[in-house]
T-cell receptor
């Protein structure tokens, strides 16, 4: 079946540096992918919609210059946390849908734990 | 803005018994999708069950079933014959009827199945 893979699963970075998280659809093309953030014991909050070949659409309150999203191909979206700070430490998870309608299955990546020290 | 409300932060149930998790939502759409996801400690999001709003029949998947009340905008999950492996966070989510897969999640219910 279709799979969405995220990498890395865990990353530790120093304050002020940037870190990139990849989200890949392994056996289907995804023109749209979604990035969520989940703080401990909280729900998933949508950060942005990643659109292949065009700019990402950010949710209100999400800093687009801090969370750079690139969707250069139909199978890969990347989230780069720039100038990371400890408050950016969180669980980041992506999703993608197979097919052209929202009635089809949504697949989630395994998630990425980011710790900023 | 769309909202999904889960009013039960935590619930517990004895093994083999039945438990119902509540979810209500707000929308102006006539067609949309509703989901229940399970998130175990591994954090992997696992689809439990899905309901299409235009379908009146309640969805069922083995031990999992929903009570979908469209007029009341209610979408509860019933777990029958609870198993220890059902212990997890459960999230109710709503998807748009449009051509995307953007989901709005509730805050979640932590379900503990006791032996």
């Amino acid at each position: 079946g279709a799979v969405v893979s995220q990498h890395p699963s865990r990353v530790i970075c120093k304050s002020g540096t940037s870190v990139k998280i990849e989200c890949r659809s392994l056996d289907f093309q995804a023109t749209t992918m979604f990035w969520y953030r989940q703080f401990p014991k909280q729900s998933l909050m949508l950060m942005a919609t990643s659109n292949e070949g065009s700019k990402a659409t950010y949710e209100q309150g999400v800093e687009k210059d801090k969370f750079l999203i690139n969707h250069a191909s139909l199978t890969l979206s990347t989230l780069t946390v720039t100038s990371a700070h400890p408050e950016d430490s969180s669980f980041y998870i992506c999703s993608a849908g197979e097919g052209q309608t929202s009635g089809n299955t949504i697949y989630f990546g395994e998630g990425s734990w980011l710790t900023v020290v | 803005a769309q909202t999904v409300t889960q009013s039960q932060p935590e619930m517990s149930v004895q093994e083999a018994e039945t438990v119902t998790l509540s979810c209500t939502y707000d929308t102006s759409e006539s067609n949309y999708y509703l989901f229940w996801y399970k998130q175990p400690p591994s954090r992997q999001m696992i689809l439990v069950i899905r309901q299409e709003a235009y379908k009146q029949q309640n969805a069922t998947e083995n031990r999992f079933s929903v009570n979908f009340q469209k007029a009341a905008k209610s979408f509860s999950l019933k777990i029958s014959d609870s198993q220890l492996g059902d212990t997890a966070m459960y999230f109710c989510a709503k998807g748009s009827g449009g051509s995307n897969y953007k989901l709005t999640f509730g805050k979640g219910t932590l379900l503990t199945v006791n032996p």
